[in-house]
C-alpha cells in the first residue's frame, strides 16, 4: 500500500504563494488517484482539488478556482498543489489522499480515498 508523505506547508502572508508536495512512501504514486484536503480548526475536512492517473484531468473546488493548481509528475513520482494569491481563510492542515480507483461521482468525498498523509499546516496571515 501506499502512504503519502507532505511537505511545503508554512506561514505565507495574504496574497502570497506556497506550492504543497505529495511524495510516496511504499508504493508508486502513479497507481493512485490524488486528492487534496483541508482542515481549519473547527471544521470538517473539505475537498480542495483531485487529480487522475495521467494528470490531464483535474478538478477544483470552487473556492480555489483560478488559484490553485493540481499537478503530478510521474516520473519524479510526487503531486504537487500550486496555491497562489492566498486568502486568510485557506488557512488549515492541508492533507494528501490516495485512491487506487476513480468515480467522477466520489472524488470530493473523504470517504473516496483509501490513504492519507499526516497534513502540512498551511497559515495565511492578514
Known amino acids: 500500500q501506499v502512504q503519502p508523505v507532505e511537505s511545503g506547508g508554512g506561514l505565507v502572508q495574504a496574497g502570497g504563494s506556497l506550492r504543497l508536495s505529495c511524495a510516496a512512501s511504499g508504493r508508486t504514486l502513479s497507481n493512485y488517484v490524488i486528492g487534496w484536503f483541508r482542515q481549519a480548526p473547527g471544521k470538517e475536512r473539505e475537498f480542495v482539488a483531485a487529480?487522475?492517473?495521467?494528470?490531464?484531468?483535474?478538478y477544483y473546488a470552487d473556492s480555489v478556482k483560478g488559484r490553485f493548481t493540481i499537478s503530478r509528475d510521474n516520473a519524479k513520482d510526487t503531486v504537487a498543489l500550486q496555491m497562489n494569491s492566498l486568502k486568510p481563510e485557506d488557512t488549515a492542515v492541508y492533507y494528501c489522499?490516495?485512491?487506487?480507483?476513480?468515480?467522477?461521482?466520489?472524488?470530493?468525498?473523504?470517504?473516496?480515498?483509501?490513504?492519507w498523509g499526516q497534513g502540512t499546516q498551511v497559515t495565511v496571515s492578514s
Open positions: 487529480i487522475n492517473w495521467s494528470g490531464r484531468t483535474t
Open positions: 489522499a490516495a485512491s487506487p480507483s476513480w468515480d467522477s461521482a466520489r472524488f470530493y468525498y473523504t470517504t473516496f480515498y483509501n490513504y
